[in-house]
């Protein structure tokens, strides 16, 4: 899982990860009618997009298949940070400009992760 989301896949990953449970193209297609117009091919051509590039799990349930994401939100963000960092030319720079750049509540949550998990340190 390495590419990034369009707008509407991020709409429908958004909706799978806070439904907290497996749900069918039908009910994402309501949730997503609210701010939008989409046909059911659409929402179920991009969910079965999502499906094949390993984003989502799917199984049979009658005639239709529930999904569900493979990764929860902040894993998959995790992911999109460490790809992003690695595809950095010079990764400490690019970690002291995302560190300038963190508001006290990101600092602070950055701070309760690594008690948390602390860094891990070379032998000596």
Do not use: C
């Not at 989409?38 to 499906?51: F, I, N, R, S």
């Not at 720079?93 to 860094?119: D, G, I, N, Q």
């Amino acid at each position: 899982m390495t590419r990034g989301l369009g707008g509407l896949e991020t709409a429908i990953m958004d909706l799978l990860w806070s439904y907290h449970r497996p749900a069918s193209v039908r009910n994402v297609l309501e949730d997503l009618r609210r701010d939008r117009d989409l046909a059911y091919t659409t929402v179920m051509t991009v969910m079965d997009k999502l499906y094949k590039k390993g984003f989502l799990k799917r199984r049979p349930q009658g005639k239709a298949y529930v999904y569900e994401p493979l990764l929860t939100k902040e894993a998959f963000t995790a992911q999109q940070m460490r790809e992003t960092l690695a595809g950095s030319g010079n990764q400490a720079a690019t970690l002291v400009h995302f560190l300038e750049r963190l508001s006290p509540e990101e600092a602070a949550a950055l701070e309760t992760a690594l008690r948390v998990f602390p860094l891990r340190r070379p032998h000596s």
